[in-house]
């Protein structure tokens, strides 16, 4: 039974099962000539850029030439024969390539080394495409490189002289790939605006010519795209001085004014607000300045990544007295590397630091704060004891005033009663009942005290 309903199956199974075939190596065969163009055209300002869209855009121009179809927009990949070469575009996340093959085998038959060494590379597929579409990447190139597929009959095993006589630059690089070739460059971009290689294949297996110079192509686009990160990092360390010299001042202020050693009371939070606005405008810049940088470091990182593991996949052996492609990066690329990863720790170190001046001074403005809710309670206690004994002084006049008029009502009642006959003396009686009354009346206040409490 056929599983061709598309009902049955994922919605993203086809286009995922396509993925890892999307970008196939070239099928390339000695001799052949290549010229590769990287075209970055993105900015930073923007993570979430259009560079698809104007990958494909920069596509179409150059397929309208030549009134070929271009690509649907979903496309990532395209390759076609123009006749006199042959191109494979590819699209990046960043970037987007342009591989230009041309079979050398016209141009190179009866060539002597002598003469390739001086023209050879002059002799590039790049010559049928057309100024005019060139001259539009202006900006936007960001590698540009000439391979030469060679047979082995054009040059020997290790032949170092005749390589200096192509590269013309003091250092070179070579290595034996694969046990059945050899790879020579300088790195070094030249007069033309290119940088060379030269693959000599010595007895290749069926696609390994393709797949060596797919990997050398990726080597040299990944490796200067991982340097986008060195000017941002070089950029950000200033920065990165400054702030941390404005967090080492706040906190030798902290200190001078704050009676760290416990031998005065600490500053008011007017002074200490103010600081901590200071801090907290050092935390904004850091993080502006990491948001700033994150992706480019990020990306860097990766395309590192894939620097290392494209060497991996050639396999090299040294050529004796010449460095091989991993020790050339290894010395010239990954300190670069570092460079953008200790850019990287030192932002995450001072972010933490400044996070820990910030909870100390949060500290610092709490125990302010705490000290000076100390001194109202203090206040607060002074007036309530004042209160209470103003409270006790009017309670006793209370008492008085209480008792002289209820006595007044007990001089009034003995009086009606003497005047209806009764025998007694009111004023006798009113002062011997005045006691009584005054200890009855604080006897009621205070067990109304009590109830209140």
């Avoid at 390339?28 to 259009?50: C, N, W, Y």
């Avoid at 590379?121 to 540009?144: T, Y």
């Avoid at 006691?435 to 209140?452: C, E, Y």
Wanted: glycine share 6%; with cysteine.
């Amino acid at each position: 039974m056929a599983l061709n309903s598309m009902l049955i199956n994922h919605p993203l199974r086809i286009p995922l099962a396509a993925e890892v075939h999307s970008r196939p190596s070239l099928r390339l065969q000695s001799p052949e000539m290549l010229t590769h163009i990287a075209v970055f055209a993105r900015s930073d300002a923007k993570i979430a850029g259009d560079n698809a869209e104007t990958q494909l855009s920069i596509l179409a121009d150059f397929c309208q030439y030549f009134g070929v179809a271009c690509p649907g927009v979903e496309a990532k990949y395209f390759f076609h024969d123009f006749g006199h070469f042959r191109l494979k575009w590819e699209c990046h996340t960043e970037f987007a390539t342009y591989s230009f093959l041309e079979n050398g085998a016209e141009e190179l038959q009866g060539v002597s080394k002598s003469v390739f060494s001086v023209d050879g590379f002059e002799k590039n597929p790049l010559r049928h495409v057309p100024q005019q579409w060139l001259s539009a990447l202006d900006g936007k190139v960001m590698v540009a490189a000439h391979i030469a597929l060679l047979p082995a009959q054009l040059y020997g095993r290790g032949d170092a002289a005749a390589m200096r006589s192509v590269f013309d630059g003091a250092l070179l690089v070579g290595s034996e790939v694969i046990s059945r070739g050899e790879v020579w460059t300088d790195f070094l971009i030249k007069a033309d605006g290119f940088s060379r290689f030269i693959v000599k294949d010595f007895g290749f297996l069926e696609q390994q010519p393709g797949r060596i110079v797919q990997r050398i192509l990726e080597i040299e686009t990944y490796r200067m795209m991982a340097l986008l990160g060195l000017p941002q990092a070089q950029a950000a360390v200033p920065v990165l001085n400054s702030i941390e010299n404005e967090l080492v001042k706040l906190t030798s202020d902290m200190v001078v004014r704050g009676g760290v050693d416990g031998l005065g009371e600490l500053s008011d939070t007017d002074a200490e607000q103010d600081v901590l606005r200071q801090i907290i405008g050092l935390a904004a810049r850091l993080e502006k300045l990491a948001l700033e940088n994150s992706y480019r470091f990020s990306a860097s990182k990766a395309y590192f990544s894939l620097v290392n593991a494209r060497i991996e996949e050639l396999r090299e052996v040294r050529i004796e007295g010449i460095p091989t492609i991993a020790e050339f990066m290894d010395r010239r690329l990954a300190p670069a590397m570092q460079t953008c990863e200790s850019v990287v720790h030192r932002q995450e170190a001072l972010a933490a630091r400044i996070a820990h001046t910030n909870d100390l001074l949060r500290t610092r403005v709490g125990i302010v704060q705490e000290q000076q809710n100390r001194r109202i309670l203090q206040s607060l206690n002074l007036r309530a004891a004042q209160q209470l004994r103003l409270q006790q002084a009017v309670e006793g006049l209370s008492v008085a005033a209480i008792s002289y008029y209820l006595a007044g009502l007990v001089l009034y009642l003995g009086k009606g009663l003497k005047a209806i006959g009764v025998a007694l003396n009111p004023e006798l009686v009113t002062g011997l009942l005045i006691p009584v009354i005054a200890v009855a009346v604080w006897l009621n206040l205070r067990r109304m005290h009590k109830k209140l409490n």
